[in-house]
């Protein structure tokens, strides 16, 4: 008695896949809430971050460039109808390229934008991180955005002995990421000649080692040479390693602490997008999302077991039992 098809399992199997490329072809898109970020995002472009003390694919690379490449990764991770904007640090404060757009329908040209950052594009050589950390955070918040700050938090000329200005904000008004690049060895800046050409390292003559702007320390009456009108800070030279640099993790950690930022090292681009979510103030926006490819999917899953995996697990089955000829020898 031959058995109807609707007994077979290979039955259900493609009349299942047939529904499913049904529901593939009129299955209207369905909308979605989900989580959107606005982003202004400024990188330090002074000398320090030309130093080659980090890798990037397995090679040395400079601090610039491994902020470029993550930065482009971070882009790339954000979801459509995110905004993403982005400026330079230089000297004390920050200057907006351009201010957040869709990151989707722009992102060739961020990409580009970001691909372009160069430490020519400097207008100073002084690098106050502090102040433009100060800087960054009303430009933000104009923008209604949230902050990221990459910088190597190399100060030069170093703070005074003070320490760090007074922030005149509200700590935490703005969330961000204040974003750590570098290595925690000292190696010594490059020097450039007036082309911008690398021409070699830069000695403790090249910068200075000191800051005297301001009231000199406590204790500047009893070094060589003091003068209180003439000579308030001593004339002896001052070697505090000024110029060596490497990532100044405290002092981020402390400027971070101030403006009530979250300090993040930078590592790999999905820690990046995760650190920044986890303090970041998301939008939430409705999407049209195409759910087609998914009962597509299950039907060409399906199909490659009715025509691959069975037809195949039947052969290894046939093999493994005993034939006619193989039964009548074992019963004569």
């Given at each position: 008695?031959?058995?109807?098809?609707?007994?077979?399992?290979?039955?259900?199997?493609?009349?299942?896949?047939?529904?499913?490329?049904?529901?593939?072809?009129?299955?209207?898109?369905?909308?979605?809430?989900?989580?959107?970020?606005?982003?202004?995002?400024?990188?330090?472009?002074?000398?320090?971050?030309?130093?080659?003390?980090?890798?990037?694919?397995?090679?040395?690379?400079?601090?610039?460039?491994?902020?470029?490449?993550?930065?482009?990764?971070?882009?790339?991770?954000?979801?459509?109808?995110?905004?993403?904007?982005?400026?330079?640090?230089?000297?004390?404060?920050?200057?907006?390229?351009?201010?957040?757009?869709?990151?989707?329908?722009?992102?060739?040209?961020?990409?580009?934008?970001?691909?372009?950052?160069?430490?020519?594009?400097?207008?100073?050589?002084?690098?106050?991180?502090?102040?433009?950390?100060?800087?960054?955070?009303?430009?933000?918040?104009?923008?209604?955005?949230?902050?990221?700050?990459?910088?190597?938090?190399?100060?030069?000329?170093?703070?005074?002995?003070?320490?760090?200005?007074?922030?005149?904000?509200?700590?935490?008004?703005?969330?961000?990421?204040?974003?750590?690049?570098?290595?925690?060895?000292?190696?010594?800046?490059?020097?450039?000649?007036?082309?911008?050409?690398?021409?070699?390292?830069?000695?403790?003559?090249?910068?200075?080692?000191?800051?005297?702007?301001?009231?000199?320390?406590?204790?500047?009456?009893?070094?060589?040479?003091?003068?209180?009108?003439?000579?308030?800070f001593g004339d002896m030279r001052i070697n505090n390693n000024e110029h060596m640099t490497s990532l100044k993790e405290d002092h981020l950690k402390a400027l971070a602490s101030q403006t009530g930022?979250?300090?993040?090292?930078?590592?790999?681009?999905?820690?990046?997008?995760?650190?920044?979510?986890?303090?970041?103030?998301?939008?939430?926006?409705?999407?049209?999302?195409?759910?087609?490819?998914?009962?597509?999917?299950?039907?060409?899953?399906?199909?490659?077991?009715?025509?691959?995996?069975?037809?195949?697990?039947?052969?290894?089955?046939?093999?493994?039992?005993?034939?006619?000829?193989?039964?009548?020898?074992?019963?004569?």
């Amino acid at each position: 008695m031959i058995r109807p098809a609707f007994h077979e399992l290979r039955f259900w199997l493609l009349a299942t896949a047939l529904l499913l490329v049904v529901a593939g072809l009129v299955l209207p898109r369905v909308k979605l809430t989900r989580d959107a970020y606005d982003t202004m995002a400024f990188v330090d472009i002074t000398s320090s971050m030309n130093t080659r003390d980090v890798s990037l694919d397995g090679q040395p690379a400079s601090r610039l460039d491994l902020t470029k490449d993550r930065l482009k990764r971070f882009v790339a991770g954000l979801p459509c109808q995110s905004k993403f904007g982005l400026g330079l640090f230089t000297a004390r404060r920050v200057f907006v390229l351009f201010e957040p757009v869709e990151v989707c329908e722009n992102f060739s040209s961020i990409d580009a934008a970001i691909s372009g950052l160069d430490w020519r594009m400097a207008w100073e050589g002084d690098s106050f991180i502090t102040g433009g950390v100060h800087n960054a955070i009303p430009v933000a918040e104009g923008l209604d955005s949230d902050l990221l700050f990459f910088t190597d938090g190399h100060e030069a000329p170093p703070l005074p002995w003070t320490g760090m200005p007074d922030f005149e904000g509200e700590p935490g008004k703005v969330p961000g990421l204040l974003v750590g690049v570098g290595g925690n060895a000292l190696v010594p800046l490059k020097k450039y000649d007036d082309a911008g050409r690398e021409i070699g390292d830069r000695g403790a003559d090249d910068v200075l080692q000191e800051n005297r702007s301001g009231q000199p320390p406590p204790d500047a009456s009893s070094r060589p040479g003091w003068h209180p009108k003439w000579a308030p800070f001593g004339d002896m030279r001052i070697n505090n390693n000024e110029h060596m640099t490497s990532l100044k993790e405290d002092h981020l950690k402390a400027l971070a602490s101030q403006t009530g930022l979250v300090y993040a090292r930078l590592n790999g681009a999905g820690a990046l997008l995760r650190a920044f979510e986890a303090v970041a103030r998301p939008r939430s926006v409705v999407v049209a999302t195409d759910i087609r490819p998914y009962p597509a999917a299950l039907a060409l899953l399906l199909l490659v077991i009715l025509y691959g995996f069975l037809p195949l697990s039947e052969r290894v089955a046939g093999r493994s039992a005993p034939s006619r000829t193989e039964l009548k020898g074992a019963h004569p």
